[in-house]
């Protein structure tokens, strides 16, 4: 699978509408865009855990993750949580308004190495977001995958990102979906409470050999999930993580992303395997 196809000069960001906005819980919303050219917006290509660089004139730019899926040509999507100037002003877009996207940046998941294997995706808040493109995109190309499984954790039913749409992959017999959250305020929340590893029981049958793992979620998940993971004997170079830093270009030229004195998160990221995280300072 190629993911070359950028939307064209790479440091200039396209036009881009917003086509439908809604929120996921209190702080993150849903943005459904595309490129007012047409053609530009069929023939975007791009790998899951991706991210685009959206700009507001005036203000600034910033990078978010892709949470659409390649597979589903046409429409980009965003789960943005409001945090300060940048993510302010994109909460003020109103459906139909304009605003610039340049990308798609950053390595992506290996799917063409992922394909054949079992996979499973393991997100935490968030990081719900790039995964939910490579969940997506291992289900509309379900024959190419092995089993697939997911384990989500949000802190309560409410913050859970996309619930609606997990709650109805539940009865896929082809996924093996499991949530969780860590604390039921509303007392009525029919699965599994507890934190995300709490659901490592449910993978006591994979074949590590033959086991893909990704994982995003907020920083303090990696290291308990890992230690999980590494518990059912998966190969280093098969647990795959996405990793925020701060960027501000996203195409290796400004020098804010650097770690370890010479990894340019924005090229050779955001995604990095346990095995790159092991030999680079400060990746987590
Ligand atoms: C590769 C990548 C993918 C991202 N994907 C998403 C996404 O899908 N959804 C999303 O909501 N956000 C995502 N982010 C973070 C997003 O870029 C920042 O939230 C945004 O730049 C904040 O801009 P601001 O001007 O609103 O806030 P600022 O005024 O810049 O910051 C407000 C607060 O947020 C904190 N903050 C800012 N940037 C980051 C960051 N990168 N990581 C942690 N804390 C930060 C600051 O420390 C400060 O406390 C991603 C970041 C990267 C590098
Ligand atoms: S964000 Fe500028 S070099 Fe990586």
């Known amino acids: 699978m190629k993911a070359e196809t950028q939307l064209q000069n790479p440091y200039e960001p396209e036009p881009m509408r917003l086509i439908r906005r809604y929120p996921l819980n209190e702080d993150v919303h849903f943005f459904q865009v595309r490129a007012v050219d047409m053609e530009k917006a069929l023939s975007l290509n791009y790998l899951p855990g991706q991210f685009m660089m959206i700009s507001i004139n005036g203000i600034g730019e910033a990078p978010f993750s892709i ?14 949580r409001k945090v300060g100037n940048m993510t302010n002003r994109i909460f003020q877009l109103k459906e139909n308004g304009i605003f610039g996207v340049r990308g798609p940046y950053g390595n992506g998941f290996p799917i063409e190495k992922i394909k054949g294997n079992d996979l499973v995706i393991i997100m935490g808040g968030l990081g719900a977001v790039p995964l939910r493109s490579l969940l997506l995109y291992a289900l509309d190309n379900r024959d190419q995958f092995g089993k697939i499984y997911l384990l989500h954790g949000a802190r309560t039913p409410d913050e859970m990102l996309f619930r609606n749409e997990f709650f109805n992959m539940m009865k896929r017999d082809d996924l093996f979906c499991h949530l969780t959250v860590d604390q039921d305020d509303t007392g009525q929340w029919p699965f599994e409470t507890g934190v995300v590893t709490r659901l490592f029981g449910k993978l006591a049958h994979i074949d590590p050999k033959n086991t893909y793992f990704a994982v995003c979620g ?12 590494l518990k059912l004997n998966v190969p280093k170079h098969q647990i795959l993580m ?3 830093r701060r960027m501000k270009c996203g195409v290796g030229k400004c020098g804010h992303c650097i770690i370890g004195g010479y990894i340019y998160t924005c090229l050779e990221g955001p995604v990095f395997s346990y095995w790159d995280v092991l030999h680079m300072k400060g990746l987590i």
């Open 67 to 80: 949470s659409s899926t390649p597979s589903r040509p046409g429409l980009l999507e965003f789960g943005i």
């Open 218 to 229: 907020p920083p303090v998940m990696y290291k308990f999930v890992v230690a999980e993971i």
């Open 242 to 244: 996405t990793l925020e």
